[in-house]
């Protein structure tokens, strides 16, 4: 609703009620001369709220722009976001001059012309998803501004005093010049120019116009010089492209993160070494590491610095921290597994070598082991065979059951807080889940036998139950009586893993399942291509190539996190707080859970 049509609305109301005036006796209305407008409160904060958002945006947003790395939101990401705070800001001024009818008094007069200002917010944030254009974000912030203003001057309850005081914090301010941008196109369609931003790298300062000319913006740059650097790098990859200078804005912010509104926006961005597709993350997600195609293991430290890059074999299909002890390593590696130390990536004790790539890795805490697991060369019954090893956390041999010999298939492993390994091997047309403690016990313990050919396997923390995938179902199962409790609870599905507090998430292709502790289901939610899931404060599921969905344990509220580009690989920290996503196969992007 633009400001315009808001303003002749009220002035229409206006209109009609002085006409329905002339015609009365001239005696006051029943309801006085303060027939002022009822549910003020609710009418300030559903404002407030629309506000904080919009200043949390508006805060990632200049810090992209500006080039940082930290609590940053990309172009085309804060474009999404406003086309659906100017829906919000619709149906909100909607509800005001519906509000405000036939009504007079001091709220009207203050919130009329708030519901005016929001109509100008949603109009800017509108031409700025659709162009890019910086002098379009230079009015939302004049917007915002102006705004935060007005609703002070309403009547203002605790809630809504610390929701100002909240969002006036996030300063984001800007200044004109004239600076260099680089154009390429005009493409066929918005999805064309989306997917050539996508080829170019998706970068954070790119956006592309959703209306014709359907174009790719990357800059500003302040200086002509780094923009045509930038643009000889896009001429060496066949992109033709045109450098223009036009009057600019510098765009700058200040005050405390907003990291409570923009948990689902990146907490931090890592531009990694390319073909990076896999990633992992130290226990509190501080330290990161990625693997490329070539082989080479790129290890970061909390500031987002390389502090190391060894170069284990190509083909690398796990990665693995240590838990924080006396001294942190992570684990690196395909069909040959190295152990490296932290911060310097000084190889440590004595690698573990697979028949075929390794296709699980865990560390356990109590015992501060690594244990991995791999199929056989080919994984097909007379090939080789599948193996289990294990490792110390300074990569040091251990003694039995190791190394474990698995059937060609491999084996699936999980791990409880107390130190127990749990292994599951596919034999006689059914799955064996065995048990044993690595430096205590020199053999595997029978656990469960579950019909059909096993695919999954997840242990809850505590060791109370457990979850298998075969190709006849999915199963729960009490650990201490697996015989007497075991239960199908969903057909054969993709992924399984279990929460901190004991649920159950079920992934299937067009599903996620939630099954309390006590064994109930809690909630279902609906997907379009479930492929991975990770747990942690709460599931997160990768539905598709480039959404990854952040799901509320309570209701199951689907939250798309801002990924931003293609997804190679998801992890999670193991405190359950850090989400780790691989994007476009060159940048490593952590979101913080709340």
Excluded at 181 to 192: K, N
Excluded at 235 to 256: C, E, H, M, W
Excluded at 260 to 272: D, F, G, K, N, Y
Excluded at 287 to 302: E, K, Q, R
Aim: glycine content about 12%; proline content about 5%.
């Amino acid at each position: 609703m633009s400001a315009a049509f808001t303003r002749r609305a009220f002035a229409s109301v206006l209109a009609l009620a002085f006409l329905a005036s002339c015609t009365e006796s001239g005696q006051p209305s029943k309801n006085g001369p303060f027939n002022d407008v009822e549910g003020a409160p609710k009418f300030a904060r559903d404002a407030g709220a629309v506000l904080l958002q919009v200043s949390a945006y508006d805060y990632g947003l200049a810090g992209a722009l500006a080039g940082q790395q930290t609590r940053t939101v990309a172009a085309a990401r804060y474009g999404v976001v406003m086309r659906g705070t100017t829906q919000t800001i619709s149906s909100f001024n909607a509800a005001v001059l519906a509000g405000t009818l036939d009504r007079t008094g001091p709220v009207r007069e203050k919130l009329v012309p708030l519901a005016d200002g929001l109509s100008d917010l949603a109009r800017d944030g509108a031409a700025y998803a659709d162009g890019g254009e910086p002098a379009a974000f230079a009015r939302v912030l004049t917007d915002v501004t102006a705004s935060w203003q007005r609703l002070r001057d309403l009547p203002k309850d605790d809630a809504l005093q610390t929701t100002i005081a909240r969002g006036i914090s996030f300063v984001v301010t800007s200044s004109a010049s004239t600076q260099s941008t680089i154009t390429t196109g005009p493409y066929a369609s918005a999805t064309e120019a989306k997917q050539a931003l996508q080829r170019m790298g998706s970068p954070l300062n790119g956006s592309y116009t959703q209306s014709a000319p359907y174009v790719v913006r990357i800059g500003p740059y302040s200086d002509r010089g780094l923009a045509d650097t930038a643009s000889a790098g896009l001429l060496k990859q066949g992109v033709i492209n045109v450098v223009t200078d036009a009057q600019s804005y510098v765009f700058a912010r200040s005050g405390p993160f907003p990291d409570a509104e923009l948990w689902r926006e990146p907490s931090r961005v890592i531009e990694v070494r390319a073909t990076s597709r896999k990633i992992g993350l130290s226990s509190d997600g501080s330290w990161v590491v990625t693997g490329s195609d070539d082989g080479y293991a790129a290890l970061f430290n909390p500031d987002g610095t390389l502090t190391a890059l060894p170069q284990s074999y190509a083909g690398m299909s796990v990665l693995q921290f240590s838990v924080d002890g006396d001294h942190q390593s992570f684990a690196v590696g395909g069909q040959v597994v190295t152990f490296l130390d932290v911060p310097s990536g000084q190889n440590l004790g004595e690698g573990m070598r697979f028949t075929g790539a390794a296709t699980q890795i865990l560390f356990v805490p109590s015992t501060r082991v690594f244990v991995a697991a791999s199929g056989g060369s080919t994984g097909l019954p007379g090939g080789s065979p599948g193996l289990i090893g294990g490792r110390t956390a300074d990569g040091d041999l251990i003694g039995n059951p190791f190394p474990i010999v698995a059937p060609a298939a491999g084996a699936r492993i999980a791990a409880s807080d107390a130190g127990d390994v749990y292994v599951g091997t596919t034999s006689d047309g059914a799955f064996d889940v065995e048990v044993f403690r690595p430096a205590r016990d020199s053999a595997l313990k029978p656990v469960a036998r579950v019909v059909g050919s096993g695919t999954a396997l997840a242990v809850d923390r505590s060791a109370k139950f457990a979850a298998a995938v075969t190709d006849q179902g999915t199963y729960r199962f009490a650990v201490s009586d697996a015989k007497a409790t075991l239960t199908r609870v969903a057909g054969p599905v993709r992924d399984i893993a279990f929460a901190p507090d004991g649920t159950l998430y079920v992934l299937d292709q067009t599903s996620l399942l939630a099954i309390g502790s006590d064994g109930a289901t809690k909630w279902t939610a609906p997907l379009v291509d479930g492929r991975r899931l990770v747990v942690g404060r709460r599931a997160v599921v990768l539905d598709g190539t480039d959404k990854a969905l952040a799901f509320n344990p309570a209701d199951g509220t689907a939250e798309e996190l801002g990924a931003g580009g293609t997804i190679n690989d998801v992890t999670m920290s193991r405190d359950g707080k850090v989400v780790g996503i691989i994007v476009d196969a060159r940048r490593a992007v952590l979101f913080t859970l709340p």
